[in-house]
Each structure stands twice: as structure tokens, then as C-alpha cells.
């Protein structure tokens, strides 16, 4: 569920009575100027104003059951109605206006969360209802208007009933479990039985247009050389350091008195030789590990990250599942320069002793937010990166963000790299796909990798 936030500043006297507007409804209502014309088109001719595209409400309260259920109401009437008729107006999309009235805009007290009203309409809605957005218009510190906007129905979707009950005072707000609502000419109401069996039409057609849709990734595939070799270098001279490091040690203390060592050791509780002993081998043993995760820090922090840039053709699609595989690659998660820990590339032979005598070490782990639409990971030979957002709107550019991951190819020559896709929407069996070339970014060396990442100073 998208949200727009824009300011609608009144004058402070108040207003002459306004002039009828008549209502462009040719346009998406969708942004700023759009859901303007909208409240302005309201407040001239209040709930003449409402249509089969268009409900009023000049207060609601989101807060209660009743003001959900009515919301539950106008997105399940909204969600019935047939594509072709909904098309005649604000392109298939329909909208509910809450806190304005004719002559005025009153709004609603600020403080309704979009995610939080979406928890509460889901029971009624059900867990396969289309996404839809939510936008506000501020009147002043306090208050503001609320737009619902439905998504246009598509042909060989499915009938939404109602999956709860509510009972109103008012019969009219009641909803009940099981019932399918349809938008009337100015209300939501049960549906009749004709208007069932459109309903039962539309789940067969199915007749959605293919989908024509532009894949383009955005950032460099990376080309590193001699990775595997200079990290192989790093850990032989971490441990010839840790070797050189116990012989200056043992000198040192040599030349210590003896009750003075015991104190020190006592104070800090320093490992024994045997202790040494036994972590450099068992620092021995998992070194390849160590190898593998120093990699993936090397590789986040070296290169820049990479996007999916997205675009549809002449076609809604609704909850896409893309699947974007880079061949004979590697992807890594993105870490960037600021994050680089040389500890994380070579990992410690000794890690930090704490005055308890605990010795431990800690990974910076990567933050995905919750609901996050993209993913990433490595399967066989190939980087595949899945996309799963609300939509993908008709010749509007959908952007992945560019620190999520890197994207490495598997050999250091390779100039280009083959990308395919394969896409599929909610409520279509049919499968879409595609491939094209990606130029590889030019071949760098690991050490001087190296040198720019985590040494930019020398």
C-alpha cells in the first residue's frame, strides 16, 4: 500500500461559497495536483460529487470499527467492478475521500498510519486483496484530508467477497461474511445476481494484454582479479605476524620480573602459550571459512552496488514476482567503504579478550527492512535477485536502491555478462521472461582493491 503526503494551506478568512468544478476524469489520481482537483471538485459539490469512481465521507473515524468497516466496504465494491467500465474513468482507479464536505474541508485528526489501517482492513479484505494506496492532503497542524485509491480491475481477476461481519445501528454499514459488494451509482452495495455472473465472466476472461516490460540494471558488474591469491597472502602474513608477535612476547617477558608478570597476567588475564597455541590452530582449521567470509567483505566494501530499473509498457501488473538472474556470478551483500573493518577481512587469530577471560569476535550482520521487495542470493553458478513489490504501474519506472548488493563476475576476463528474467503476476498463470547483455565493469586488480578500500591513505 503506497502513501503521498502534500500540504493544502486554506486562507485564513473564510472562503466565498465556491463555484461548481467539473472534475477531469481523465486523469490518474495519483500525486499532488491530482488528488487537489479532487478535494477541490468535493468541497464544490460535496456528495453530489460521489459516482462508481468517487465515495465522500466528510468524517470517519479510522480508529473505530465502524469507520474501518466502511473503508472495507468502498475497497471491496471497488474491487468488483468490470475493467472495461471502470476504465471510463480516473483509468480504471477508484477513490475514497475522507474529511471533506461541501463548502469545506474539516479533515480528520492527523495521526492515521498507512500500515496500521491496512491491519485493520485486512481481516475484512481478505489475504488475496489487491494492493491500494493512501494519500493525505494537510489542512493545518491538526488535521487532514484522506484519500483510499482503489486499483483498477483487471479482467480474470477474481470475485472479492467480505471475510467478516460487522453489524451496524445502520444496516446500510453493515457488512456480512461471505458477501460480494459492488460499487453503485453513488453507494456499495450487495451484489445482484446479474452482476454475479459478470463477476463469474470477468474470473474467466483472463484476458489481460501480454506483458511488455524494460529490465535495465543500473551500476557495474564488477571485475575483480587475483581475489583468492591476495586473500591467501593476507592470512599467511597474519599469521607469520602472530608468530613474530609470541617470540617478542616471550623476550619481553623474559626480561620481566617474575611477580610483576604474574601481576600483569592476573590484571588482564592473558592467554598462555598454550592457549595460543591451541587458537592458532584452531584458527588453522577454519581458515577457509574465514577466507570465504573475508571474501564477501572484501567484495562488499570494494564495489559499488547495483539496481533493476523496471518498466511496463501500457500495462498494470499487479503483485509481480521477478526473478532476475545474473549468470556465472556472484552477488554479495553491500557494504560500502564507510563500513569496512579490517578485522572482518582477516579475521583475528586472538580475538578480543574481555577482563573476564571470554574471548570473542563480532560480524556486522546486514539490516533488511521487514517487507523489504528485494532479495538476493547465490544459486549454483549464477547471482539471482528476486523483486516482489505491490505493482508495477503502467510506463512509470519501478527502482530498486543501489546499496543492497554487489554483483561480481565469476571470471575476471569475462567483458560482459548474460542476464535473464523470468516474471509472474498475481492472478495469471502465464510467464513472461527475457534476456539481454550487461557490459562488465573494468578489470581490477584485488591489491589495488585492496589498497583503495581499505588503505585509501597510503
Given at each position: 500500500m503506497g502513501e503521498s503526503t502534500y500540504a493544502y494551506c486554506p486562507a485564513s478568512a473564510p472562503p466565498p461559497e465556491p463555484k461548481p468544478v467539473m472534475l477531469a476524469t481523465d486523469l490518474i489520481p495519483l500525486g499532488e495536483r491530482?488528488?487537489?482537483?479532487?478535494?477541490?471538485?468535493?468541497?464544490?459539490?460535496?456528495?453530489?460529487?460521489?459516482?462508481?469512481h468517487l465515495e465522500v465521507k466528510g468524517s470517519l473515524d479510522l480508529s473505530s470499527k465502524a469507520g474501518v468497516a466502511k473503508v472495507a466496504k468502498f475497497l471491496l465494491g471497488a474491487a468488483n467492478r468490470r475493467p472495461r467500465e471502470a476504465a471510463r474513468h480516473f483509468h480504471g482507479y477508484a477513490v475514497l475521500v475522507i474529511g471533506a464536505q461541501k463548502g469545506n474541508a474539516p479533515g480528520v485528526p492527523r495521526g492515521v498510519e498507512a500500515h496500521e489501517l491496512e491491519d485493520r482492513l485486512r481481516p475484512y479484505l481478505g489475504p488475496q486483496f489487491p494492493a491500494f494506496e493512501?494519500?493525505?492532503?494537510?489542512?493545518?497542524?491538526?488535521?487532514?484530508?484522506?484519500?483510499?485509491?482503489?486499483?483498477?480491475?483487471?479482467?480474470?481477476?477474481?470475485?472479492?467477497?467480505c471475510h467478516k461481519s460487522f453489524q451496524s445501528d445502520d444496516r446500510r454499514d453493515?457488512?456480512?461474511?461471505?458477501?460480494?459488494?459492488?460499487?453503485?451509482?453513488?453507494?456499495?452495495?450487495?451484489?445482484?445476481?446479474?452482476?454475479?455472473?459478470?463477476?463469474?465472466?470477468?474470473?474467466?476472461?483472463?484476458?489481460?494484454p501480454p506483458i511488455d516490460l524494460d529490465v535495465d540494471i543500473l551500476g557495474?558488474?564488477?571485475?575483480?582479479?587475483?581475489?583468492?591469491?591476495?586473500?591467501?597472502?593476507?592470512?599467511?602474513?597474519?599469521?607469520?605476524?602472530?608468530?613474530?608477535?609470541?617470540?617478542?612476547?616471550?623476550?619481553?617477558?623474559?626480561?620481566?620480573?617474575?611477580?610483576?608478570?604474574?601481576?600483569?597476567?592476573?590484571?588482564?588475564?592473558?592467554?598462555?602459550?598454550?592457549?595460543?597455541?591451541?587458537?592458532?590452530?584452531a584458527w588453522r582449521s577454519e581458515r577457509s571459512t574465514h577466507i570465504a567470509q573475508g571474501r564477501a567483505h572484501f567484495i562488499g566494501v570494494g564495489l559499488s552496488g547495483v539496481a533493476?530499473?523496471?518498466?511496463?509498457?501500457?500495462?498494470?501488473?499487479?503483485?509481480?514476482?521477478?526473478?532476475?538472474?545474473?549468470?556465472?556470478c556472484e552477488v554479495f551483500d553491500f557494504i560500502g567503504p564507510d563500513a569496512m573493518d579490517y578485522k572482518e577481512l582477516v579475521a583475528p587469530i586472538m580475538r578480543r579478550?574481555?577482563?573476564?577471560?571470554?574471548?570473542?569476535?563480532?560480524?556486522?550482520?546486514?539490516?533488511?527492512?521487514?517487507?523489504?521487495?528485494?532479495?538476493?542470493?547465490?544459486?549454483?553458478?549464477?547471482?539471482?535477485?528476486?523483486?516482489?513489490?505491490?505493482?508495477?504501474?503502467p510506463s512509470v519506472p519501478w527502482t530498486t536502491d543501489q546499496d543492497d548488493y554487489v554483483i561480481l563476475a565469476k571470471d575476471p576476463q569475462a567483458a560482459s555478462v548474460s542476464v535473464t528474467w523470468l516474471l509472474t503476476e498475481?492472478?495469471?498463470?502465464?510467464?513472461?521472461?527475457g534476456e539481454f547483455?550487461?557490459?562488465?565493469?573494468?578489470?581490477?586488480?584485488?591489491?589495488?582493491?585492496?589498497?583503495?578500500?581499505f588503505f585509501p591513505d597510503r
Open positions: 491530482a488528488l487537489q482537483a479532487i478535494l477541490d471538485h468535493v468541497i464544490a459539490v460535496g456528495d453530489e460529487a460521489e459516482t462508481t493512501f494519500g493525505r492532503i494537510g489542512i493545518d497542524a491538526e488535521n487532514e484530508t484522506l484519500f483510499v485509491i482503489a486499483q483498477p480491475p483487471l479482467e480474470g481477476q477474481t470475485i472479492f467477497p453493515s457488512l456480512d461474511d461471505g458477501a460480494i459488494y459492488v460499487r453503485g451509482t453513488s453507494n456499495t452495495r450487495p451484489a445482484r445476481a446479474g452482476e454475479v455472473l459478470a463477476l463469474v465472466e470477468r474470473a474467466r476472461g483472463g484476458g489481460k557495474a558488474i564488477g571485475r575483480v582479479g587475483r581475489i583468492d591469491e591476495v586473500l591467501e597472502r593476507l592470512y599467511d602474513f597474519a599469521e607469520d605476524k602472530f608468530a613474530k608477535r609470541k617470540e617478542t612476547e616471550q623476550s619481553s617477558s623474559a626480561s620481566t620480573p617474575a611477580v610483576l608478570a604474574s601481576m600483569i597476567s592476573a590484571a588482564v588475564q592473558s592467554p598462555t602459550a598454550e592457549e595460543r597455541a591451541e587458537r592458532l590452530e533493476i530499473r523496471i518498466v511496463s509498457h501500457d500495462r498494470f501488473v499487479a503483485k509481480p514476482h521477478l526473478i532476475v538472474t545474473f549468470h556465472n579478550w574481555d577482563p573476564l577471560g571470554i574471548d570473542f569476535v563480532q560480524h556486522a550482520l546486514p539490516l533488511t527492512p521487514r517487507g523489504h521487495p528485494v532479495s538476493w542470493s547465490n544459486r549454483g553458478d549464477d547471482a539471482e535477485v528476486v523483486l516482489t513489490p505491490e505493482s508495477f504501474r498475481d492472478g495469471s498463470d502465464a510467464i513472461t521472461s547483455q550487461v557490459n562488465a565493469a573494468e578489470l581490477i586488480d584485488a591489491a589495488d582493491l585492496l589498497k583503495t578500500a
